[in-house]
């Protein structure tokens, strides 16, 4: 939440998230424009330049959230192949994104104040969810047997039983509503058999995300069932004595690793928290107790990884004493690192330009930090060189570079970065050693 | 209660009420205590009404048709006090949750005579009468909101359907539903 507050933050956004957590500890009626735009650090003019008055900031807001909802919800269930599995991700989701921002759970309890429009968008909301549960139908042998309203039923009843909590500030409750829910749901389209099975599965994910690994004798392993994901045997589940900072430790670390190949595998818009958890073999509770998105995660990701490049590129700098051949070891290392991660090589080459504006921030700041290597070069050049240089001709040679290797990336060619490095020596050295000897460093062996 | 929960006054209610200011204070000693009042005096009416209906039958599936016929009959009869208790409940704060939640409970019972019947009987969620009830709400929730209060009473088949389907399968609860209900006299 501190992110959206620094003043680069859009201004719109900023408000937004003002007026929500203003809304959600004063209520719909106390809540002042006066106060949301304090709370932003912003004044009045700007909370006119985007909204016509209160009402009009409170709708735009839950209209926002809606959207993310609906968009959540669609992801959640998409993120499974089984109908049960696909409405038990969607209850998680909601449940767990509850939980994870109090501000917008209570939001949503207060916006209601706002009249018969907050509902109305709500309700939108409302048939996405109701219409996901009506898919069951799909799973019948006479799709048609079950009314319509049953599904319409069945989504109405599951918020009133979250609403009711949400308002009580008991959300650390809801969990145990998933499967209460989740058997009635199914009960209509599936039979009180599948019902009852979604009762003894407890709050937890579909059951290929959660087997004990630990508990199955070692030479059974090949017969294991082909959804059963190998990532699994990285850290066996449950009680196995390790403390409890290391296994927080590496699993972030393990999540860090399942977004960047979930991203290798489906883009950075295409991946879900599904995705993620499934690749890094946690559990999506675990998934939250470190990060409260899938942008946070990637943000997290790309630090991790840019971290690691500068570190490596900061090494093979050093190691050598003249700058030209300094400049040849960094980008060595740097194309070195990404055609060894070729899943880190995509994350924050190619996806951290699509990820929201967060990253890119980030990704201007990468930037940035390469630019003092090139810098040194300036020094001891005659001044006919130094007349030459703009102020940024590092910033764009820093850009240049990374904008061809993004492209063999994009093109599926990571695995051939490292035949890069002679044309990008050559191409950052020209401005400074003249294309001659720019070149001879390039072809050196 | 056409203006909404929250955008009432007090002024609203004496005037719609043609009383003195004064006498609402005899009565209410504020807006939410008017509302929870009314919400009392509605939610006992329907479930009188409700029981009545039920006690003329013997089968369980028979009663809970003739109970719910009887509550959406005066639903639909009732349409600004239906939607005080039900619209307003969800977007009215802490106390009219509370309240939301009782008027499910105080059906919880009838609901409830049908894990007797189910050969899975307490083996079915803790939580499904509530569910049941509380959908059953929801669709009349969504009639009114729409402006279809008329069509409420045709809502009957399929919430019968819906209500005992958990309980006596989905062939028997089809059946059941297509009965016409034994006492609709509120």
Not at chain 2, 49 to 77: C, H, I, M, Q
Request: proline fraction near 5%; glycine fraction near 6%; charged fraction near 25%.
């Amino acid at each position: 939440m501190l992110e959206t507050r620094t003043p680069a933050a859009p201004e719109r956004a900023r408000l937004v998230e003002a007026l929500i957590e203003v809304a959600a500890e004063r209520g719909y009626i106390d809540t002042s424009v006066e106060l949301v735009v304090a709370r932003a650090g912003l004044d009045r003019d700007a909370f006119d330049r985007h909204f016509r008055g209160k009402y009009d900031g409170f709708l735009s807001a839950w209209q926002e959230i809606n959207e993310e909802c609906m968009a959540s919800l669609m992801r959640a269930y998409n993120s499974e192949d089984y109908w049960p599995d696909r409405l038990r991700a969607v209850a998680i989701e909601v449940v767990f994104a509850l939980r994870a921002d109090p501000s917008r759970a209570a939001f949503a309890v207060e916006v209601l104040a706002a009249g018969d429009a907050a509902r109305a968008r709500r309700d939108m909301t409302m048939r996405v969810l109701t219409s996901l549960i009506d898919a069951g139908r799909q799973e019948m042998d006479e799709p048609e047997r079950v009314p319509h309203t049953t599904a319409e039923a069945l989504a109405g009843s599951a918020y009133g039983q979250i609403y009711a909590k949400v308002v009580r500030g008991d959300t650390d409750g809801l969990p145990q509503l998933i499967p209460q829910l989740m058997s009635a749901a199914v009960m209509p389209y599936l039979g009180v058999e599948a019902a009852l099975e979604e009762l003894n599965r407890g709050s937890n994910m579909p059951d290929r995300y959660r087997r004990p690994v630990a508990a199955e004798p070692a030479d059974t392993s090949v017969s294991q069932d082909a959804d059963y994901p190998p990532e699994l045997a990285r850290l066996p589940p449950g009680r196995h004595g390790l403390p409890r900072e290391f296994v927080a430790h590496n699993q972030r670390e393990r999540l860090i690793a399942g977004l960047a190949e979930a991203i290798a595998e489906n883009g950075y818009a295409g991946t879900t928290i599904a995705h993620i958890t499934r690749h890094a073999a946690v559990s999506r509770r675990t998934f939250y107790e470190h990060f409260a998105s899938k942008d946070e995660c990637f943000v997290a990701a790309y630090d991790t990884v840019m971290a690691e490049l500068r570190e490596r590129v900061g090494q093979a700098f050093e190691q050598e004493d003249d700058w030209p051949r300094a400049v040849k070891a960094g980008i060595g290392a740097m194309l070195g690192f990404l055609v060894a991660e070729p899943n880190l090589a995509r994350l924050c080459m190619v996806e951290a330009l699509v990820a929201g504006p967060v990253v890119v921030e980030r990704y201007d700041s990468a930037i940035q930090s390469f630019v003092p290597y090139f810098q040194s070069g300036r020094e001891g050049r005659p001044a006919d060189v130094l007349e030459r240089l703009s102020a940024t001709t590092e910033e764009a040679l820093v850009g240049g570079m990374m904008s061809l290797i993004s492209r063999r990336i994009i093109a599926g060619k990571t695995a051939e970065l490292e035949s890069l490095l002679p044309d990008l020596v050559e191409f950052t050295l020209t401005p400074y050693l003249g294309s001659e000897e720019a070149a001879k460093v390039a072809r050196e062996g | 209660m056409e203006k909404g929960y929250r955008a009432v006054t007090v002024a609203d209610i004496v005037r719609r009420a043609g009383i003195a200011r004064n006498t609402f204070y005899e009565n209410f000693s504020s807006k939410e205590d008017c509302f929870l009042a009314a919400s009392e005096f509605a939610v006992k009416e329907a479930l009188r009404r409700v029981v009545d209906a039920a006690a003329k039958v013997e089968t369980w599936p028979g009663r809970v048709n003739a109970g719910l016929s009887a509550f959406l009959n005066y639903v639909a009869s009732e349409p600004a006090l239906a939607r005080t208790c039900i619209v307003e409940a969800l977007s009215a704060g802490p106390a009219a949750v509370e309240r939301y939640e009782r008027s499910i409970q105080a059906f919880v019972p009838l609901f409830r005579m049908g894990r007797k019947v189910s050969p899975h009987g307490e083996e079915l969620p803790g939580t499904l009468e509530e569910t049941i009830i509380g959908g059953i709400f929801w669709i009349i929730y969504q009639r009114i909101i729409m402006g279809q209060t008329e069509q409420i009473e045709e809502l009957l088949p399929e919430l019968v359907e819906f209500s005992l389907t958990p309980y006596l399968g989905a062939e028997a609860a089809k059946r059941a539903a297509a009965e016409q209900p034994q006492a609709t006299a509120g």
